[in-house]
């Protein structure tokens, strides 16, 4: 029906697939039965016989019914009159002709008059005295206009719509707002009446609105509806009408520009966007530049819900909720809006007599308590509690595909992040695996540090070589060769177990693995835009925390289950059946990264790194604080299956626990950072990681020495958000990426000397001697970054009070900046 409808290109071909049933269900549903008129006006020769005979029958109804208005309008014009109230026409007739032809062909079932506040209750009294008895038999909450007037009648419903004998109320409005228009506070609706015209249709004269007024009236009008659930399908038709008509009225619209406020154009926006899904009527470029404006959650919901306010007349539903709440102004509202929607707080008022259509029309209700009253409120307060209810598991479930729709993730992003989880996963257990391996073989933890410098010197190597090679062969080339080399290089260690081929293939493979680690930032900002980014890097670091829990367990299970297989392999064999399987893992990472279309990297600034003042007091704090890091983290699986002797499916499990917990962390860290700011709360975050070492040092067994390390690895790297937003904050965009680099360039020449170190000293002194010290280090990294950077500390907390929202957008980073 509504493609029937459509005001550029309209495809009406389909409405002879309607049958009987449906068209005669169509007949029957008020919302639809009035488009049939201008239905039968547009394709009459697509309607069955019998359906253009019963909509002409309708159009007769309507006439008789509107000469009956003018009629009644007469009086009630003339009463208005004699008691000196001023009074405009809103809505029914007054539409005619920019909304419809005439109102003969639009069916009316009240007259809406607006008076002035200070006026209205004259105007009530001087209608009392013709006729019209106020309706408190209607479920009426007081909003823009007062409760219903209407005269006595004996008529009774006899199933037709178009009835021309149907009562005709009135609606006293007294304000163009009401509570939920009110949510978004548009102004200067006041100065509609001052613009007031007057209109004649036939031979009656009327005042009214002004054209660019009616427009914006009849606009909120849908839209409150909207919000509330229940869109007149009608109105939303007048109005693309509207829009189609007045497309070239370049003047119109520089008044409406002119003479409606921002806060009232954005809502007016939305009914000209539901107009133009529903009806395809052309908008003036004054109007698509507002609907182009409106919000990126309201943009998503047309995307994904537009037909929802017209479902609902057939299944309810709650997404228009998701609308209300995406236009909210404030998160408080949003929270309210959102809340107040799928589970009203209130009770189902109490009507004690509900109305009777087979009855005649009351004048008043009495106010007390009645038997059949309470059972007809027990009855309407179980149909809403059941529609509620009902409602609510769609109404979530359509929020969550809203907010996920809106963030707007490309083909190319999650072919991108596919790659990197296989790549990751199959690294996560390798890095698991492979010193607990090494220790099966027969090495010990001096020359576990020693390899693990090597793979950090490496590193350093790796974040220059890395840009040059992306910058000269292309971002997805490089990802395709480290992603090649990495696994070949990993198999090539579990084999080649004399020391020199091991140190050196962990030389090379910090080479190559930093080379993929350089083409991260890159690829991830180039397969997304400004507007999601900072969504799609959180996504993907929360995933690469949630690989290193599946990895652990993964990783800490595989022995156990290749040794079903082999009942009779030695640990290490056992170990390295594992191994062999993450380095199938990172293989499969082949795959996606062949389907990305990267761009080729421009080259950038000749200079390796930025040259900002801030730097001079970052690195320090941060060389310090990287001498912690680099100290155990190497070393935590041989912490618990040597000094604490724990089997390695725990291990398994503890690495996994820990990885949860760092998510929790990591989420808990703005919070902290907000309060004491970045420096103060890194820092306070830096002496809980001193605590946690010594802990670790005393832990008395297995279970408690696991705890303390889940604990410990959440506060470690909790400070991590604070460090990185510190060091944006202080970097214009063009030296962010450098900025990176250097930071990791720096952290891994700390690492890769510390790591030795920690190795030798893990070896000679034992753990809880050597963790003791750690810890102290750990207090003095705490108290540098304080003494270093403490002057930035009360700044950025001014400035940058929210970690989640970025200072400025960040550009797209290049492989050749660092």
Known sequence: MLAALQFQDARPEGLRSLTTDDWDDLLTRAEFARLMIPLSQTCPEFLPDWVLARVERNIAATAERFE?????????????EKAGVRHLIVKGFALCPDFVAHPRYRMQSDVDIFCPPGEVERAVEALHGVGYETRTDADYLLGHHLPPLAKKSNWKWRGDLFDPELPIALEMHFRFSDEVLERFHPKRLEDFWDRRVVHQIDEIAFPTLSTVDHFGYSALHVV??????????????????????????????????????????????????????????????????????????????????????????????????????????????????????????????????????????????????????????????????????GTLPGALWSGLRLWWDEKDLSLQYWTFFSASFFFDLGMFIFFFMFNLFLLDCGYLEQFLGL??????????????????????????????????????????????????????????????????????????????????RTFAFSLATATLIGVGTIAGLFGGHLPGWIAHFRPHAAAFELKRGALLVSCAIMLIALGPTRRLKLTPVPAAERKLYPRNPFLLRYL????????????????????????????????????????ISQVIAVLAAPAILRKFGLVTGTMYMQIATAIGFVFLAVAPGATSAGAIYVCFAAVQWMSEPGLETLLMNQMSPSERSGASALNLFVSSIVQAVVAVIAGSAFARFGYPTTLVAIAGFAIAAAFSFRVLLGAWNERDRATYISLGKMPEPVPEATADSI
């Open 68 to 80: 009956q208005i003018k009629s009644d309008y007469s009086a009630i014009a003339a009463a208005l």
């Open 224 to 389: 409150r509806h909207l919000f509330e659930g229940m869109t007149p399908i009608y109105n939303v038709y007048e109005i693309a009408r509207f829009l189609d008509r007045h497309s070239a009225d370049d003047a119109l619209w520089n008044d409406w520009r002119a003479l409606h406020d921002d806060s009232a154009r954005s809502l007016e926006a939305v009914c000209c966007k539901l107009a133009q899904e529903w009806f395809g009527c052309s908008l003036h470029p004054t109007v698509q530049q507002e609907v182009d404006a409106l919000p990126e959650g309201v943009r998503a919901w047309f995307r994904v819900y537009a037909n929802s306010p017209l479902e609902v007349w057939f299944s309810p539903n709650k997404d228009a909720v998701w609308l209300y709440a995406a236009m909210s102004p404030t998160d408080r509202e949003r929270r309210s809006i959102i809340f107040g929607g799928l589970i009203p707080r209130k009770l189902p008022r109490y009507i004690a007599e509900r109305y009777d259509p087979d009855a005649p029309l009351a004048a008043s209700t009495p106010d007390k308590w009645s038997l059949n009253g309470a059972k007809n409120y027990l009855r309407y307060a179980h149909t809403r509690l059941k529609f509620h209810g």
């Open 451 to 532: 390899i693990t410098s090597a793979s950090a010197v490496g590193s350093v190597l790796g974040t220059i070589v890395g840009g040059l090679v992306a910058q000269r062969y292309g971002i997805r080339n490089t990802l395709l060769f480290c992603f090649t080399v990495v696994p070949a290089l990993c198999a090539a260690r579990l084999f080649f177990l004399a020391h020199t081929p091991q140190v050196a293939l962990a030389f090379v493979m910090g080479i190559v693995a930093t080379m993929s680690a350089v083409c991260y930032t890159p690829s991830l900002a180039q397969t997304t835009t400004t507007r999601n």
């Open 620 to 659: 320090p704090a941060i060389a310090m604080w990287a001498i912690v890091t680099g100290s155990f983290s190497p070393f935590f699986n041989v912490y618990f299956s040597q000094h604490i002797r724990m089997p390695v499916e725990n291990i398994g499990a503890v690495f996994s626990a820990s990885n």
